[in-house]
């Protein structure tokens, strides 16, 4: 059974920072992209930014330039570390994984999620 479990979520003020971490643990045979979504109260999950296994990201443009994801590929961890935060930030963000659970298979795995909230 594979598991993304999120910390790191809460409440800071307008231009303050969070960082955001997730582990994946299981039976684990390698990770591919690891990303970041969220979603707002009465609006649709949205990427944040992703990151494949060699490296490359991309970051949605609401984004670019404050969050910056990362990922630590020996402990099955991907980081968001987020800048100068914005009150429309505001939302449950979901770590994501695409995991090789055996030699032919690579399933979608979803975090819990975790709070946070930027107040004005």
């Known amino acids: 059974q594979v598991q993304l479990v999120e910390s790191g979520g809460g409440l800071v003020q307008a231009g303050g920072s969070l960082r955001l971490s997730c582990a994946a643990s299981?039976?684990?045979?390698?990770?591919?992209?690891m990303g970041w979504y969220r979603q707002a109260p009465g609006k649709q999950r949205e990427l944040v930014a992703d990151?494949?296994?060699?490296?490359?990201?991309n970051h949605a443009d609401s984004v670019k330039g404050r969050f910056t994801i990362s990922r630590d590929n020996a402990k099955n961890m991907v980081y968001l570390q987020m800048n100068s935060l914005k009150p429309e930030d505001t939302a449950v963000y979901y770590c994501?994984?695409?995991?090789?659970?055996?030699?032919?298979?690579?399933?979608?795995?979803w975090g819990q999620g975790t709070q946070v909230t930027v107040a004005p």
């Open positions: 994501n994984a695409w995991i090789r659970v055996n030699f032919g298979t690579v399933n979608e795995y």
């Open positions: 990151i494949r296994n060699g490296g490359s990201t």
């Open positions: 299981g039976r684990i045979f390698g990770i591919n992209a």
